[in-house]
């Protein structure tokens, strides 16, 4: 905010209520013709015969999980609009939807309904990242989104990931001792 020139106040004033600042921040994400992959090195066209899996894959990247600041709303915002009225409720159900379609257009191997299929691969993603998020121990947050990308590829039909490399992982250990030195 303090970019935008703009105090707290002064933003929440746009909105008539937490519920539209809610649904105005859920609608942009998946829904917004001109979204793009906003993480550092990541690039998802969604125009593309291979966009499913390459959805999956931004989606559980280690710059997804690092870049908390431009997470996607629906792995921040989830207790919330459990406990939100019907407009944020509707809002989130949006997005959602928009990503089902995305991953759905692209699976190709199912025993059930490509919606079915994909509504399975987006719980995936968006479950995967809000616990490989809310874990202390480094290393399992990436073992666990490694095994969510692995298992909504295949779900969906698509090339398995490649296993992270090992300098993506960070032990836990390492990641202490660099902030020791640093501090």
């Known amino acids: 905010m303090a970019h935008a020139g703009l105090t707290r106040g002064g933003f929440y004033s746009y909105f008539d209520s937490k519920s539209d600042l809610y649904a105005e921040v859920l609608g942009c994400f998946f829904t917004d013709p001109n979204w793009k992959s906003r993480w550092e090195g990541i690039h998802v066209d969604l125009a593309s015969a291979e966009a499913g899996p390459q959805i999956v894959r931004a989606y559980l990247s ?91 590829l295949a779900l969906g039909g698509w090339t398995p990931a490649r296993a992270l490399r090992s300098q993506e992982r960070t032990p836990r250990k390492a990641q202490r001792s660099s902030q020791a030195t640093s501090s």
Do not use: W
């Not at 990503?99 to 699976?107: A, H, Q, Y």
């Open 62 to 152: 280690r710059q997804h999980f690092d870049d908390v600041e431009n997470s996607c709303p629906m792995i921040a915002l989830p207790s919330d609009v459990a406990r939100s009225d019907e407009t944020v409720k509707k809002a989130f159900e949006t997005v959602f939807k928009a990503m089902v379609t995305l991953l759905g257009r692209d699976v190709r191997s199912s025993s059930q309904p490509r919606e079915d299929t994909a509504m399975v691969i987006a719980a995936l993603c968006i479950g995967g990242m809000v616990v490989a998020r809310s874990v202390n121990d480094r290393d399992l947050a990436d073992r666990l989104r490694e095994a969510a990308t692995n298992g909504a």
